[in-house]
């Protein structure tokens, strides 16, 4: 009975035929009164989780969510399929609240979207005991884990709801959360024996490579050469990198922007706004830009600088893609990369057992960064879900690395390590081995130990690349507190003085290895490109008037189908994805129209 209101919901209300990976097992839960703990990616589908059984049950569902934007985005597409969503939040005044209040009353089932701060008021607690409060659902539960990403205080005092509002089920979300913070988050807000549903956290769909951070601007502009017309972010650590690669860009001719927190608020709501209605296809951004964008058709996100940890990582390139649809990440990284995060650790006020813990992680997003087998499972291992078969869409599967035999490779690094006792930086080994006739190579006298010139035969990307990988796999250290110098372990004796061998991943360019990208997902590929042209066109007129942005009427997956089954029909069109009872008979005609149009020319 429940299993058959919730698909009819689901067809009616969002016009998607089936359910996702624990979409329904969520649902269910909450309907039959758990508590419940949803561990899913992003653009896995979690905001569903709750919209369904707040439209099955009576009253009035809470959301709490940690930023405007976020709520905004999702009342508004909300809204667009018939729902009665609303937001309380600093921007909206007591005229609109109190509207809002008059609304709720007469409303079946409605949705409510709050920050903690403003739900916690006793004045809102107070209003909500007159109410029927069906469900709770707080969004990004891992803000409430000093262990989590993002933690924020107001999110710990959540707590207060489980004994205010004892009986009311209550549903934490989060896409970040490795196993110590999923249980915090179950302690902190007091759920009582929660479901716990944790749902793969591969992303099939999204492309994954990474590059050595040399020659970024060239690297990036081939990346966004296929990408045209389509909107990507580039995340860079500094606010002087996201300017400078933004005017980088310019010159080049290509559309790009930057946001940064040193920006005034109206600067940054007008990039903000114009990347959300596709008027901006570029921004160049710190992480300040990210989490309160639902966008779902980013195609592309580069991370300039190296992230501090896979979590932060993971959840960026999660930005992409959204929509289901192919969508492609680059990272580049660089040493200096490392010891600028490095001295942000070392530099915080935070206790010594949590810098250890960060430096951990810092270490763990440098291996990934250079690793040379598949990135994904190294992703999935992290988060705790152990598997070894190859994802197929990462850049070490779409083209495995060659193997081979390192140990002269090997021997010649180790040996200038030793000869200019343990004093060499990455960038000074490569110059000594490759014979460089830099002022400094001289002023040490490295250029008459042994081996200065002896790896000629390598190009300077060769040997970083080999170099970095001889220190993931523990024979070459890099000293991080002292100028980050290069020293032998003991590991490196057996291959420099002994007989011992290794092998190594021969370095290919990532021009080369990209071009046999496999389809990571199906997707609809034959369809008239002129009618998708004049659909979009549809889409853009209806979303300006209405003052939302096009993916908000409907994603590209949904304009692709249109233009490939060329609905004739209402009853044809219903079957189209996304396609619900409100967008139906709000939206049908009008795509209708111009599909029989375009057939009678
Ligand atoms: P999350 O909050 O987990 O990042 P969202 O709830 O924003 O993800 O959903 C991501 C996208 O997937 C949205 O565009 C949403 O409408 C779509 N979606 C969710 N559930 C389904 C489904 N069952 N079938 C098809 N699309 C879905
Ligand atoms: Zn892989």
Redesign the pocket.
């Known amino acids: 009975m429940i299993k058959n209101a919730i698909h009819q919901i689901?067809k009616d209300k969002?016009g998607?035929d089936?359910?996702?990976p624990l979409?329904e097992e969520a649902i269910t839960a909450v309907l039959e009164g758990h508590d419940t703990l949803l561990v899913?990616p992003?653009?896995?589908?979690?905001?569903?989780c709750f919209q369904v059984p707040a439209l099955v049950k009576e009253g009035i569902s809470i959301v709490v969510s940690p930023l405007i934007a976020l709520m905004d985005d999702q009342v508004i597409s909300l809204r667009e399929n018939g729902i009665n969503a609303y937001a309380i939040h600093s921007n909206v005044s007591s005229h609109e609240q109190n509207l809002i209040y008059s609304k709720i009353s007469s409303d079946s089932a409605s949705i409510l979207y709050m920050a903690p701060e403003r739900l916690l008021t006793e004045n809102m607690l107070r209003y909500l005991d007159t109410m029927n409060v069906s469900l709770i659902a707080i969004d990004e539960a891992h803000c409430v884990s000093v262990w989590g990403n993002d933690f924020r205080p107001e999110y710990e005092k959540l707590r207060i709801l489980k004994e205010r509002f004892p009986k009311v089920p209550t549903i934490a979300l989060t896409?970040t959360a490795d196993s110590a913070t999923q249980k915090d988050i179950i302690e902190k807000l007091a759920l009582t024996e929660p479901k716990h549903l944790l749902g793969s956290f591969e992303r099939k769909n999204i492309t994954i490579s990474a590059l050595p951070g040399t020659d970024r601007i060239k690297e990036i502009r081939k990346f966004i050469y296929n990408y045209k017309d389509e909107a990507g972010i580039i995340y860079c650590l500094s606010r002087k990198a996201c300017e400078s690669v933004a005017d980088s860009l310019q010159s080049f001719g290509l559309e790009a922007a930057y946001y940064h927190a040193g920006m005034s608020g109206d600067e940054r709501k007008f990039v903000h706004n114009n990347f959300l209605y596709d008027k901006i296809k570029i921004v160049c951004a710190t992480i300040a830009f990210g989490m309160g964008i639902?966008k779902?058709n980013i195609r592309w996100v580069i991370h300039y600088n190296m992230p501090k940890n896979l979590e932060g990582y993971y959840q960026e390139i999660g930005r992409s893609g959204?929509?289901?649809e192919p969508a492609e990440s680059l990272l580049f990284s660089s040493y200096a990369d490392v010891v600028k995060l490095r001295s942000f650790i070392d530099g915080s006020e935070a206790s010594e057992q949590f810098k250890i813990v960060q430096s951990q992680k810092l270490n763990r997003m440098w291996e990934f960064a250079n690793a040379s087998n598949c990135r994904t499972n190294m992703i999935l291992n992290y988060f705790g879900e152990f598997r070894s078969e190859a994802c197929g869409h990462c850049d070490n599967c779409l083209n495995p690395a060659e193997m081979i035999d390192g140990k002269v490779i090997a021997q010649k690094a180790m040996s200038a390590i030793y000869r200019s006792q343990e004093r060499l930086t990455v960038r000074n080994l490569i110059d000594v081995l490759r014979g460089s006739d830099r002022s400094e190579i001289k002023k040490w006298g490295w250029d008459r130990i042994k081996t200065f010139g002896a790896g000629k035969d390598l190009s300077p990307e060769d040997w970083r690349a080999y170099i970095t990988q001889l220190v993931n796999m523990g024979y070459i250290e890099i000293d991080y507190l002292n100028y980050s110098k290069l020293k032998l372990t003991k590991l490196s004796k057996g291959v420099l003085f002994g007989d011992e061998g290794l092998s190594l991943a021969k370095f290919i360019w990532q021009e080369k290895k990209r071009t046999n990208k496999k389809e990571p997902v199906q997707k609809i590929t034959e369809y008239d490109i002129y009618l998708f042209r004049e659909l979009k066109k549809v889409r853009a007129e209806i979303a300006s008037s209405r003052g939302v942005p096009a993916y908000i009427i409907f994603?590209d997956a949904s304009l692709r189908e249109m233009a490939h089954y060329k609905p004739k029909s209402l009853v044809e069109f219903s079957n189209i994805?996304g396609v619900g009872e409100y967008k139906l008979t709000e939206f049908g005609s009008y795509f209708v129209d111009k599909i029989k149009e375009d057939e009678n020319q």
């Open positions: 689901l969002f998607y089936r359910f996702r979409q899913l992003t653009g896995g589908g979690k905001s569903i896409a639902d779902s959204r929509d289901g994603g994805k």
